[in-house]
């Protein structure tokens, strides 16, 4: 990733899951909480399908996410089933985009 860093170890996930702000839009649930740098975290569950879609809604949610705007750090959490892989990426986009702001607005600082 080129504009943020991802989120890495276990308990930084449960802590933004835990306690952040919470919103979700269809196959996306985004998770937020204030940080000192932006990094993304990606929970995709997707037991039946393979490896092959695994990955395409992993690559499909981080470039959705580099085209949302985000006006202060967090660390974001996206969790998302396998219709992500089958979405039209602007109706992606979209969600994912709308999700964050709405997120955004309830992080507390």
Known sequence: MSRTQSL???RDFDRVVARGA???AGPVQVFAAAS???RLGLAVGVRDAGAVVRNRVRRR????FERCS???PMD???RAD????RMDFQELVSLLCGSLERAERQVVR
């Open 8 to 10: 890495r170890h276990r």
């Open 22 to 24: 919470r919103a979700a």
């Open 36 to 38: 000192e740098v932006t």
């Open 61 to 64: 949610l981080r470039a959705a």
């Open 70 to 72: 985000i006006a202060r």
């Open 76 to 78: 974001v959490v996206v």
């Open 82 to 85: 396998d219709r992500v892989a």
